[in-house]
């Protein structure tokens, strides 16, 4: 990773999720994670690099769908406290849908603000629809190696679940990131 300053460090990374092939021929779909806390300068544009890639359909066996970079950060002088609740891993799916619930939280109070999102590698299909924590059925707006979404939402008091669903008619996908993050004050 080379951050905003121009510093560059390498990290290593570990397996967090195995799945099957996703319909692309390959040996599996792997999800890794690093704590890469060290090269965080701030605001700005980072860099990712060094992940495999290959240019032909003959060779997926060593391909990366991308990589997403999660800063978290606190502000001293605010008046709320943040609470960030993370699942990641590995969910393959071919052609079809997940519910995945997300556990091991409680809640102190009802949030003032709040944030349900997830990542999935290799969605392609137009009108794939996503559900988190508790919201209405939306269409995924993106269709890309690998997707992000986020929308705001709420967390009551005592709340020690959240679902994240993710359904694709015909493709096959991964989901490997779901999050949620509140507020109290």
């Known amino acids: 990773i080379t951050n905003p300053d121009g510093t560059s460090a390498s990290f290593l990374m570990t397996v967090v999720g195995q799945a099957g092939d996703l319909c692309w021929g390959s040996a599996g779909t792997y999800v890794y994670r ?15 690099s060094g992940l495999p890639v290959t240019t032909t359909l003959t060779n997926l066996n060593n391909d990366t769908d991308g990589g997403t ?13 943040g609470s960030m609740h993370l699942m990641d891993g590995a969910v393959g799916i071919l052609g079809g849908s997940t519910t995945q619930n997300m556990n091991g939280f409680i809640s102190c109070g009802t949030s003032t603000g709040g944030s349900a999102f997830m990542g999935a590698a290799d969605l392609q299909i137009a009108n794939s629809t996503y559900s ?22 709420s967390v009551t008091n005592g709340q020690s679940n959240a679902a994240y669903t993710l359904t694709s008619g015909g493709d096959c996908f991964c989901l490997f990131l779901g999050g949620l993050y509140w507020q109290t004050s």
């Open 69 to 81: 970079l999660l800063i978290m950060y606190q502000d001293l002088t605010s008046s709320f406290t």
């Open 132 to 153: 988190m924590n508790g919201s209405a059925t939306a269409t995924f707006p993106t269709y890309n190696w690998m997707d992000f979404i986020s929308q705001p939402t």
């Open 34 to 48: 690093a704590d890469v806390t060290s090269i965080i300068s701030g605001n700005g544009n980072y860099i990712i």
